[in-house]
């Protein structure tokens, strides 16, 4: 399928690559933000984060869940997209965003160049709340830490939040996601430039919004493109 067909499946217009941002829009966060070294430390790794993740019963969730779902994509990736939690496909396959849902994301993805093997993508829980309810706080608070890692090891380029769970969970706000979107945000010591837009099962819901959520995408590859044109260190897309 080529990229005009996955735009026309989402419903949205041509998007034509800017190399700067319209004025007023930059990350000013990310841009001023001084350089901070956080120590992961010899013992962090990808295999002992996964570890840790796999026989992790620090909640409830332990009891019900199939197994954990630890993440997935290119470890060395520019950018991380983080959900909510794992639904009921993604408990059983141990990844995330494989059902209907994921499809969509993955064309949301490839619409803006980006293949699902070229990001990595975690969730704010690992393991999958019943009946797929909100997160607890309690649970946050225990699983938090595993993704923090994630960020760490990764240090990604940009951040992009899918769903007003994950944005809220990550930025710590209870604005709404109506006034997250199009503002990019900052996340940790690294101050790592954060862009939220909507979850794809409520753009599956609500199809009217996708063209909003096009907006974001555009709004996200934006970002990513000054933000590298600009970082000295060499980072790929």
Request: net charge positive; charged share 20%; proline share 9%.
């Amino acid at each position: 399928m080529s990229r005009a067909q996955y735009l026309e499946a989402l419903g949205v217009d041509v998007w034509v690559p800017r190399v700067r941002l319209p004025l007023g829009t930059a990350p000013a966060p990310a841009a001023a933000a001084p350089a901070v070294a956080v120590a992961t430390g010899d013992a962090d790794s990808w295999q002992a984060v996964r570890a840790e993740v796999a026989s992790c019963r620090r909640c409830g969730l332990c009891e019900g869940r199939t197994q954990t779902v630890f993440g997935v994509g290119d470890t060395a990736a520019r950018w991380l997209v983080i959900g909510e939690a794992p639904g009921e496909q993604e408990d059983l396959a141990g990844e995330p965003f494989v059902g209907p849902a994921g499809q969509l994301l993955d064309k949301m993805l490839l619409a803006i160049d980006l293949p699902r093997s070229t990001v990595f993508i975690a969730n704010i829980l690992k393991c999958r709340p019943p009946g797929n309810r909100d997160p607890r706080p309690e649970e946050v608070a225990q699983c938090l830490p595993y993704l923090e890692r994630q960020i760490r090891l990764i240090e990604p380029t940009l951040i992009l939040c899918v769903g007003r769970i994950a944005a809220q969970t990550l930025l710590q706000t209870d604005t709404p996601l109506g006034r997250l979107r199009g503002r990019v945000h900052a996340f940790g010591p690294l101050q790592t430039p954060v862009v939220v837009t909507y979850h794809p099962s409520y753009l599956l819901r609500t199809p009217g919004e996708k063209r909003q959520a096009w907006q974001d995408l555009k709004f996200a590859r934006q970002t990513f493109d000054q933000l590298s044109a600009t970082r000295p260190d060499g980072h790929r897309s």
